[in-house]
């Protein structure tokens, strides 16, 4: 191993540590938003926001999606469209407009 | 025969096959879990009323579960840099408190699932207890699996170690995007099954 290498490791290490406070820290801010009793779409959209924001920090740092060859992307590219096409079937298949709590 | 590219890539992919194997894997997961999401939306939608996650659930217990497995994804990621590193001692200390913390959040769900059946909470009660006991124990099975494979790689797979560190190396990097995936399933559970 190679000293330019291990000093590339000891970078990834302080921002695994960094990632990890940060989703510690967004886990306290989903649980104190759920208290204020907000809206449910209001809180619906904060929710799914916070675990998206927590989500992506796991997939780019902890599963280096952030600097993956091609080829991956292109297989998350696909996943994502019928991903999306799957959780759109409710809204298609459901269109009286009402939502949940209602 | 040798299984090719565990090591060396391949330069059409430019990936091993094990990585290009385990992303394939995780994209029928995402739509494993997709299409119950999908379903919890359409009942949920379509209910005249729907409880509040947080009147049914502990949500306490469940935050606890949260920080344990966000902590264990960490520690995976550490064995993984310890094994780069070159340090086989380090790994197995942080591969071991990957295996704990999944007991840990197995246990907890343990005292989750008694207490509801206690209060005669089951799957067959209503909709809402239908569908988080389905998704909450598919992603429990999930943390089964991937402990069991943790644990063969702290244990006797760790054998390869010895004869090729790096497809060693490269094998805990695909074990922990599986332990990763699992952990991201229950970033997205928690919020919705017992926060809202």
């Avoid at chain 2, 009323?49 to 659930?57: K, M, S, V």
Wanted: charged share 10%; glycine share 6%; proline share 4%.
């Amino acid at each position: 191993m190679t000293s330019e290498h291990a000093v590339d490791i000891d970078k990834h290490v302080r921002i695994y540590v960094t990632v990890f406070v940060a989703l510690m820290a967004l886990t306290i801010v989903t649980v104190a938003i759920s208290r204020l009793h907000l809206p449910v779409p209001v809180a619906v959209t904060v929710a799914l926001l916070v675990a998206t924001v927590k989500g992506a920090l796991v997939a780019c740092y902890f599963m280096h999606l952030i600097s993956e060859k091609k080829l991956i992307y292109a297989v998350l590219v696909l996943t994502a469209v019928f991903f999306i096409a799957l959780l759109a079937l409710p809204a298609v298949t459901h269109s009286n407009g009402y939502w949940i709590h209602q | 025969m040798d299984i090719p590219y565990t090591v060396e890539i391949r330069r059409d992919t430019g990936l091993t096959n094990g990585k290009i194997g385990i992303w394939l894997f995780l994209a029928s997961e995402v739509m494993l879990f997709g299409a119950l999401f999908a379903s919890y939306i359409l009942i949920r939608s379509g209910a005249p009323t729907w409880p509040r996650g947080d009147t049914i659930l502990n949500v306490p217990l469940a935050t606890f579960n949260t920080l344990v497995l966000i902590s264990s994804s960490v520690t995976m990621v550490m064995a993984w840099s310890s094994l780069m590193r070159g340090r086989f001692g380090t790994f197995r200390i942080y591969m071991g408190t990957t295996i704990l913390l999944g007991c840990v959040f197995l246990v907890v769900k343990y005292f989750e699932y008694s207490h509801k059946f206690h209060d005669d909470l089951f799957p067959s009660t209503n909709n809402f207890l239908a569908i988080y006991f389905t998704l909450t124990g598919l992603h429990m099975l999930h943390v089964f699996g991937g402990m069991v494979v943790n644990a063969y790689f702290w244990g006797p797979g760790a054998k390869l170690w010895k004869t090729n560190p790096r497809w060693f190396t490269n094998r805990v990097e695909h074990a922990g995007l599986f332990w990763h995936f699992v952990d991201l399933v229950w970033i997205f559970l928690f919020p919705t099954l017992y926060l809202l």
